[in-house]
């Protein structure tokens, strides 16, 4: 996974310290190596996740057959603000085991549930107890951006904990309601004072649209490595600001077709020359790995190119989007998206050893490997993903998580699904699970046989 997606075959990777000092056929360690057999295997970069609401692992599951009004309603009006501090650090931590587990090595954690500094120390102090690279993009959906972000306490935890810190990013998170008085302005202009890049929920069927991206533009306040996630509901007009001001998208695939913020928009970035990186939103509808955002992505492009040919009774021969665009924009693209694709998202000697190895000798799925790029697109998953590297230090190996401490991780878990349980009351926690189903009409079908 380099520049020119070159494919090496029965070659070695060579780590020394946090970095890759060597890439080829038949390298020579030194003394004291560590091997990993990778003979069989696909050796690829770290995955990279640009958009992923960590604390809501907490609730795995929980909402798979929600839509995004009724995600909104229970986030943001109802359990959203019950997540004491120790909630957010148990999924934060949940999430940040499972990313390095399916050989996710960098996450952005897009957390808006920091209702507090005190729920924000709790989201780092889980990212900096995992061996992973996390990023953390600062929210809070319970008050206005202009509100936390201009906040004495905000400007302090910045000092505290990120500036200088041990995380591998930061960025403010908020969206931007189209509200002509535009107040978000003030959380931009603090993040222009922090030197700090912006993401934001844009192009979202209901939520956000074309005149957010306008007063965002007009105002000056589309720099170059803004990340705007998902950007499926948006005219040509706001897709040419995103690329002309150097932004990115962020889409998640699996998040768009079932919640609703519009077709999953590769086809139109691609188009319009907008860089794309890949990411999962969250646990509380899909699962938290990239394998499946790659092969979604790279379905909902080709069937939306042959759903408008057909529109026109043409077929299409060629795809415009292959395996290894999706592989590259899982790896290199989020890396160009966080501004670190000097150091990650690649396999190149001088980079960070950040390295993920799929291999499962024990899987009929893992052979014959003919085509890697389509292998990892649609074939592998994430219980192929034997060995992780991160800065050259083995975080998993043989399949198993090093120094994990699942246990305690599932503990803390527990404790947080009781107190929301209990707090909420059996019925509501019940009821959000499994929300009214519409009335179904069946259509009259003049075929059937009747007397
Ligand atoms: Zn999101």
């Known amino acids: ?130 061996p992973g690279r996390f990023v953390l993009a600062y929210g809070n959906i319970q008050q206005g951006p202009w509100e936390w972000s201009t906040s004495k306490e905000f400007q302090d935890f910045y000092r505290r904990r990120i500036d200088g810190g041990k995380l591998a990013g930061f960025q403010m998170a908020f969206d931007v309601t189209g509200d002509p008085a535009f107040p978000e302005k003030a959380a931009f202009e603090v993040a222009r004072e922090l030197g700090v890049p912006v993401t934001t929920h844009a192009g979202v069927w209901g939520a956000t649209n074309d005149d957010g991206i306008r007063l965002m533009h007009d105002g000056g306040f589309m720099s170059p490595g803004h990340v705007y996630v998902h950007a499926a509901t948006l005219s040509s007009d706001s897709y040419h600001r995103i690329a002309a001001t150097g932004g990115s998208v962020s889409v998640s695939t699996e998040s768009e077709q079932s919640a609703g913020q519009g077709y999953p928009p590769t086809w139109q970035l691609r188009r319009h020359g907008i860089p794309v990186s890949l990411s999962m939103d969250t646990s509380v509808w899909w699962s938290g790995d990239l394998f499946s955002a790659m092969r979604t992505t790279l379905s909902a492009d080709r069937v939306r190119e042959h759903m408008e040919a057909h529109g026109k009774q043409e077929t299409v021969t060629h795809h415009h989007l292959r395996a290894e665009q999706v592989v590259d924009w899982a790896t290199r693209g989020g890396a160009k998206a966080l501004g670190l694709d000097s150091s990650l998202g690649a396999l190149t000697p001088g980079r960070q050893a950040d390295i993920v190895l799929l291999k499962n000798d024990a899987s009929p799925v893992m052979f014959p490997v003919l085509n890697p790029y389509g292998h990892v697109a649609f074939q592998a998953q994430r219980g192929d993903v034997h060995t992780v590297v991160v800065g050259g230090r083995v975080v998993k190996r043989d399949g198993r998580l090093v120094d994990a401490d699942l246990a305690a991780a599932r503990a803390k878990v527990g404790a947080t699904i009781d107190h929301l349980r209990s707090t909420l009351g059996e019925d509501a926690w019940k009821q959000g699970m499994n929300p009214d189903i519409p009335e179904a009409r069946v259509l009259h079908n003049p075929y059937q046989y009747t007397k």
Do not use: C
């Open 1 to 130: 996974m380099d520049d020119s997606h070159t494919v090496l075959e029965n070659a070695d990777v060579l780590v020394v310290d946090d970095k890759i000092a060597e890439i080829g056929p038949n390298l020579t360690a030194p003394d004291g190596h560590e091997e990993v057999d990778a003979t069989g295997g696909i050796l690829m970069p770290g995955m990279v996740d640009t958009h992923r609401h960590m604390w809501q692992t907490a609730m795995r599951g929980y909402g798979a057959d929600w839509t995004l009004t009724q995600y909104f309603v229970w986030y943001y009006l109802e359990s959203g603000k019950h997540f004491r501090p120790e909630d957010i650090y148990a999924g934060n931590l949940l999430g940040a085991l499972e990313a390095i587990d399916s050989g996710v090595t960098t996450t952005v954690d897009w957390s808006h549930g920091l209702q507090s500094t005190d729920h924000a120390d709790a989201a780092v102090d889980a990212l900096e107890a995992v």
